[in-house]
């Protein structure tokens, strides 16, 4: 493996953890930043197709949308499998997503399973998010205890 190849996927494992990151602190504009200008982002749940969303204007929106209902978010990344190709790569990530939310005055968290299925691409020496299907594999929504 060259050392070009080893820098790569050490960036890119450093961009999905800030992906993680930025989502944690709702910092929307900044995650914004890590996707392509045309960037896609799609949900699937099971089979079914939940949201697909094109570009860093629409998915901020949809983003910040999400994340004003959710009061608190804890994100942790396993696994992140990549293959490069130049100056494009692909690759999944595995992921374990809490979020809290108000429900009729009642604190409700969901787990959430996830894998992340994606298309990297570096411009201007930086990687970024060019394509992101989310896969909600496993999720449990019970009252918070404690």
């Not at 900044?30 to 570009?55: A, H, K, N, W």
């Not at 691409?121 to 970024?128: E, Y």
């Amino acid at each position: 493996m060259s050392l070009e190849i080893v820098q790569a996927k050490i960036e890119l494992r450093e961009l999905v953890d800030a992906y993680a990151n930025l989502t944690d602190e709702k910092k929307i504009d900044e995650q914004m930043l890590l996707f392509t200008s045309d960037g896609r982002y799609t949900v699937y749940v099971g089979e079914s197709l939940l949201s697909e969303v094109i570009g860093t204007k629409q998915l901020g929106e949809d983003f910040k949308s999400h994340a004003s209902e959710v009061k608190r978010y804890f994100s942790m990344n396993g696994q992140h499998v990549v293959k490069v190709d130049g100056a494009t790569a692909t690759g999944v990530v595995f992921s374990q997503i809490k979020m809290v939310r108000d429900e009729d005055g009642t604190e409700v968290i969901t787990d959430y399973s996830v894998r992340y299925d994606d298309v990297y691409v570096c411009q201007n020496g930086t990687w970024l998010i060019k394509e992101r299907t989310a896969n909600f594999i496993i999720f449990d929504a019970r009252p918070l205890q404690g």
